[in-house]
């Protein structure tokens, strides 16, 4: 048996023609069933569904062969035991600092002032502020990081960005990018070596489809 730990929604969306190409249709979309183990096509291979933050800690134990996480989670997890082979391209967005509009953040940053900050990625974000030799308290939250500073908990935050219609719908600015976020494939580095036959032609599929994606010639 194979199993793939995948989260419902983008990852999962953006993971169904990378697994097509790999010949591995599900047998049911998470969207619209409860069941947390999904069958495919192929017998020998399941998908186990969980939070996007938990990926890598399934597949860290060996509950999962293989998975599909952000790089912003991976950042956070700390990578131990997993084999990162490849940057699938997919779920696509950047991490970034963002404030109430109307904050002077550069004026605040070159006084030395010390910020609060909200956010789901402390590793990152206390790297980052070290790193740029700024002084913040960070404050853990687990989602909506943009409420944050509305209602007085943070002056700032540390969230992950697209289009910008979160940020402009609740009247932040993005004032500094951090990083750029793609998901990767993870693999539980001693089910590499234990059946690494059946887990290669999975990796080589997806590694195909990625440059028959940036070719055009492969979906997705
Ligand atoms: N707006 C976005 N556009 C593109 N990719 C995104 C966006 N937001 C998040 N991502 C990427 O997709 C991944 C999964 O996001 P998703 O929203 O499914 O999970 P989550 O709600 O962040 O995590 P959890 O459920 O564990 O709290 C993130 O880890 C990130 O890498
Ligand atoms: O720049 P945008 O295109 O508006 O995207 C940014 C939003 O996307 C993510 O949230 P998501 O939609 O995944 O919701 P959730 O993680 O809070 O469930 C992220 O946490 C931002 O809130």
Redesign the pocket.
């Known amino acids: 048996m194979m199993t793939i730990a995948l989260?419902k929604?983008?990852?999962f969306e953006e993971t169904l023609p990378l697994l097509a190409v790999a010949g591995i249709v599900p047998a049911e979309n998470p969207e619209q069933s409860r069941k947390l183990i999904i069958g495919t096509n192929r017998k020998e291979v399941r998908l186990v569904i969980v939070?996007?933050?938990?990926v890598p800690t399934y597949v860290q134990y060996g509950a999962a062969d293989i998975g599909i996480?952000?790089?912003?989670?991976l950042l956070e997890h700390g990578g131990v035991g997993l084999y990162q082979p490849l940057d699938l391209a997919i779920?696509?967005?950047r991490m970034s600092v963002a404030v109430p509009e109307g904050f002077d953040y550069a004026a605040a940053v070159k006084r030395g002032a010390r910020l609060r900050v909200a956010t789901k990625y402390l590793n990152t974000a206390r790297e980052h502020f070290a790193a740029k030799g700024v002084h913040v308290d960070l404050i853990k939250l687990?989602?909506s990081m943009e409420l944050a500073p509305l209602v007085g908990l943070a002056d700032a935050i540390v969230d992950?960005v697209?289009s910008g219609a979160t940020l402009r719908a609740n009247h932040l600015l993005e004032v500094e990018e951090i990083m750029q976020?793609s998901?990767r494939l993870v693999v539980n580095q001693a089910a590499l070596k234990m059946k690494r036959d059946r887990l290669q032609p999975l990796i080589d599929a997806f590694a195909g489809a990625i440059i028959g994606a940036i070719s055009g010639t492969t979906a997705p």
């Not at 939070?51 to 938990?54: E, F, I, K, N, Q």
């Not at 996480?69 to 989670?73: E, H, L, N, R, T």
Request: charged share 25%; aromatic share 4%; with cysteine.
């Open positions: 989260s929604g983008r990852i939070r996007a933050s938990d996480a952000g790089k912003d989670i779920a696509k967005c687990y989602g992950l697209s976020i998901s």
